[in-house]
Each structure stands twice: as C-alpha cells, then as structure tokens.
C-alpha cells in the first residue's frame, strides 16, 4: 500500500458519536443495521448502516460509542441514504467489530 503524508490524513475527519437509534435494514443486500448517530451540537445527527449484525444486537448498540468518518459525500445504499463510515475491524469470518474509544468521550471529539 502506498504511504500518504500528513496532509493526507488530515483531510480525513475522524469522530467518535454516540449511536442513539438503532433499525433493522430489511433492503440492504447483506445484514445491515441503520444508525443515526449524535457527534454533538456542532455536528449534529448523522446516518450510517453498518453490516454488524453478526456481532451485535440492536440492544447493544443503543448507546454505544462509536467511530466514524464524516467527512466522505453520503452514499446511498438501497433507499437510504449513509452520511458517515463507521469503522470496524473485520474478522478471522469476515464480519466486523465495531471500533470504539476505551473511555467515554464527549461525542463530536476528533481523532488525530
């Protein structure tokens, strides 16, 4: 993989948000949930799914701390539309763990 500079990886916008509703996405073509996820008052609410079925309830999810990049355009995915990536690790079955801050943090808080 080719190294990129720090400018690079400045444009990226990573945030951790608190995911605060959690639905079923019966129209994705693999198991996917829907989010909507709070980064704080400056940033708002955004949307995101995520194929972390395998993993996780929508029980667990609720609540929880997650990061995501927010600065990529909204893709749509089916008929809904996904305003940021949430990231996770994928593994030894292909199916993905969520990535999350150790400690909680104030939502809208950047990595870097």
């Known amino acids: 993989m080719p190294a990129i500079s720090w400018n690079d990886f400045e444009k990226i916008d990573i945030r951790c948000g608190t995911i605060i509703e959690v639905k079923d996405f019966p129209k994705a073509r693999k198991p996917s949930y829907q989010f909507q996820i709070d980064f704080g008052a400056e940033l708002g ?3 995101s799914s995520a194929q972390v079925t395998h993993h996780y309830t929508k ?3 609720h609540n929880k701390q997650v990061i995501a ?3 990529f355009p909204p893709k749509q995915i089916a008929d809904f539309f996904s305003e940021c990536l949430v990231l996770g690790i994928y593994d030894e079955n292909n199916d993905v763990i969520l990535l999350q801050p150790e400690r909680a943090v104030k939502n809208g808080q950047r990595i870097g």
């Open 45 to 47: 609410i955004k949307r």
């Open 59 to 61: 029980e667990e999810l």
């Open 69 to 71: 990049v927010i600065n």
